[in-house]
């Protein structure tokens, strides 16, 4: 199974500054054929189910505001929130879809400093 | 307005079974994979399961295989997950998922609210 690492578990950041969270994969998410990095990112907040953040590593979700973006490739990837807003305090998940079981990373609990 | 509705979640004792609908509206259903994830109370979120658009192709993680059974009714438009040899350790939040773009090894753009199964003597 492909182990999905995230860092740091938890993260306090103050409103207006960058947020950043990282994942790392045990092996490449990278497939060769069609260059693309099986990997998404999803946000829930408490009392929720997950949304839908980023796919393909980089790719926005339809109506999710510009100030989240993600980058990386092979098998170290980043999701940054450019200025955080109070409505970004959530639970924060990758997961890879490159192989079954679709595994996820344990989180990165995102805060108000 | 694209919906996933769970249903079946219950108090069961251990080694009992039970089966899990979702109810999926909004999209045509039969274009898109499928999936369960859980999260057990307090805890991260595991995908259990997925199966394509036709039913030709399923997945597990290792610790229900055997035990859980993916299913879908393309008329009916509904995903099903069977649960044989519960154990504790299945107790979570079962959510039905939606593939963005209807692959198997897709991301998931739409989740249900969830159905609570507690695996309990």
């Known amino acids: 199974d492909i182990v999905m690492t995230q860092s740091p578990d938890s993260l306090a950041v103050s409103l207006g500054e960058r947020a950043t969270i990282n994942c790392r994969s045990s092996q490449t998410i990278l497939y060769s054929v069609d260059n693309k990095n099986y990997l998404a990112w999803y946000q829930q907040k408490p009392g929720q189910p997950p949304e839908l953040l980023i796919y393909w590593a980089s790719t926005r979700e339809s109506g999710v505001p510009d100030r989240f973006s993600g980058s990386g490739s092979g098998t170290d990837f980043t999701l940054t929130i450019s200025s955080l807003q109070a409505e970004d305090v959530a639970v924060y998940y990758c997961?890879?879809?490159?192989?079954?079981?679709?595994?996820f990373g344990q989180g990165t609990k995102l805060e108000i400093k | 307005e694209v919906q996933l509705v769970e249903s079946g979640g219950a108090l069961v004792e251990p080694g009992r079974s039970l089966r899990l609908s979702c109810a999926a509206s909004g999209f045509t259903f039969d274009d898109y994979a499928m999936h369960w994830v859980r999260q057990a109370p307090g805890k991260g979120l595991e995908w259990v399961s997925g199966?394509?658009?036709?039913?030709?192709?399923?997945g597990y993680v290792d610790s229900v295989k055997g035990r859980f059974t993916i299913s879908r009714d393309n008329a009916k438009n509904s995903l099903y997950l069977q649960m044989n040899s519960l154990r504790a350790e299945d107790t979570a939040f079962y959510y039905c998922?939606?593939?963005?773009?209807?692959?198997?090894?897709?991301?998931?753009?739409?989740w249900g609210r969830g159905t609570m199964v507690t695996v309990s003597s």
């Open positions: 998922t939606k593939s963005h773009d209807g692959d198997f090894h897709d991301a998931s753009d739409v």
């Open positions: 997961q890879q879809y490159y192989s079954t079981p679709y595994t």
């Open positions: 199966i394509n658009w036709n039913s030709g192709s399923t």
